[in-house]
C-alpha cells in the first residue's frame, strides 16, 4: 500500500463574490501558501472570467507548488450548486441563467471541481479549521450584508434534494413584518439581523430619539459599524439597535436549534464585530424561546478564522471533504 505524503498536497479555493473573486493555494493544515484576487464583474461570460482566473493563477502553481499536487479546486459562489457544480441564477453575478461552473474549471485547470454556496463553505472551513474542529452537528450563521447559514448534522452538510437546503436567513421571524429589500417577503431573519437590517433599524430609531448620537451621522454613513461606535460611547439607542437585533437574532436561533438539536451556532461575518451588544440578547432570547430539554445545551460563539481567509479557506474545504 502506498503512502499519501498530505505535505505534498494542496487546494486551490475561490471564493466568488458579486464584485471580487478571491482565490488562495492551501495546504492540508489550513495554510494559505498565497493568495490573490481578481475583479468579477468585468467578465461578460464565465467562460472569459475562468480563462482570466487561470491566466492569473496558472503562474502562482507553477511558482509554488513546484514538486506538490494540486488535489483539487473548491469554489464557493452564491447560489452554487453542490450536486450538479452549476452556479444557478444568482442576482448579484453578471453571467444569468444556470452557469456550469465546475465543468468549465475542470476542463481548463485539468483538476477536478467541486462547489457549495458560501455559508456551507464557510461552515466546511469552520469545521476542518475553525472553532467547529471535532464537532459533528453544528450551525454556522454568516452575519454580513445578508444572513447566510450552513447546517451540519452528523458530520454532513445538509443540501437536500436539490442542493439549496439552509437558506435560514431567509426565514421569516416576524410574520407581515419588515419587507426584504430584494426578495420582497416580508418578516424575513435577513431583513433584521443583517448589516443591512441593523442600518435599517436604526434610521428608524433614531428618527425617534433626536438626542441620540446617530442623529450627528449623515443617512447614507449609518452601518452597522457607525452604529457600534455610538454604542461604545454609551449611545443608549444605538445599544437598543443591536438589542433588538439580537432579540430577533435570538428567536430565530431557538427556531434553528430545535430543528437539528446541534452542539453550537458559530456566528460569522462583519456584524459580530458588535461582541457582547448583540451576543448577549441573542442568547437570552434563544434561551427563553427554547423547550427545557432543549436550554443550556448549545454553545452559540464567535468564529475562529481570519474574516479576510475565511472564504478561501472554507473553499478549500470542499477538497478535502471526504
Known amino acids: 500500500m502506498s503512502v499519501i505524503d498530505l505535505s505534498k498536497q494542496v487546494a486551490l479555493g475561490i471564493d466568488i463574490g458579486g464584485t471580487n473573486t478571491k482565490f488562495g493555494l492551501v495546504n492540508h493544515r489550513g495554510e494559505i501558501i498565497v493568495k490573490g484576487s481578481i475583479s468579477t464583474d468585468q467578465y461578460e461570460t464565465a467562460e472569459v472570467f475562468v480563462d482570466a482566473l487561470y491566466e492569473t493563477i496558472k503562474p502562482l502553481i507553477d511558482k509554488h507548488c513546484d514538486g506538490k499536487i494540486m488535489e483539487g479546486i473548491g469554489v464557493g459562489a452564491p447560489n452554487a450548486n453542490y450536486y450538479t457544480g452549476t452556479i444557478e441564477h444568482a442576482p448579484n453575478l453578471p453571467w444569468k441563467g444556470v452557469i456550469p461552473f465546475a465543468d ?7 483538476s477536478p471541481c467541486k462547489m457549495t454556496n458560501d455559508a456551507n463553505a464557510a461552515a466546511l472551513g469552520e469545521m476542518m479549521y475553525g472553532a467547529a474542529r471535532g464537532m459533528k452537528d453544528f450551525i454556522m450563521i454568516t452575519l454580513g450584508t445578508g444572513v447566510g447559514s450552513g447546517i451540519v448534522s452528523g458530520g454532513n452538510l445538509i443540501y437536500g434534494h436539490d442542493g439549496f437546503a439552509g437558506e435560514l436567513g431567509h426565514t421569516i421571524v416576524k410574520p407581515g413584518g419588515r419587507k426584504h429589500w430584494s426578495t420582497g417577503s416580508e418578516g424575513s431573519l435577513e431583513a433584521y439581523a443583517s448589516a443591512t437590517g441593523i442600518a435599517i433599524t436604526a434610521k428608524k430609531m433614531r428618527a425617534e430619539f433626536p438626542d441620540s448620537m446617530l442623529n450627528s451621522y449623515p443617512e447614507d454613513a449609518i452601518n452597522s459599524k ?15 439597535v443591536f438589542r433588538y437585533t439580537g432579540q430577533k437574532l435570538g428567536e430565530a436561533l431557538a427556531n434553528f436549534v430545535m430543528f437539528s438539536s446541534p452542539q453550537a451556532i458559530l456566528l460569522f461575518g462583519g456584524v459580530i464585530k458588535a461582541g457582547d451588544f448583540i451576543l448577549k440578547p441573542a442568547k437570552l432570547h434563544m434561551e427563553r424561546n427554547l423547550l427545557p430539554i432543549f436550554r443550556n445545551k448549545v ?23 471526504k
Open 104 to 110: 468549465l474549471m475542470t476542463a481548463k485547470f485539468g
Open 299 to 321: 454553545k452559540l460563539v464567535f468564529s475562529e478564522l481570519d474574516e479576510a481567509d475565511a472564504a478561501i479557506l472554507g473553499a478549500s474545504a470542499l477538497v478535502w471533504e
Open 226 to 240: 457607525t452604529v457600534y461606535e455610538c454604542a461604545e460611547k454609551g449611545d443608549a439607542v444605538a445599544i437598543e
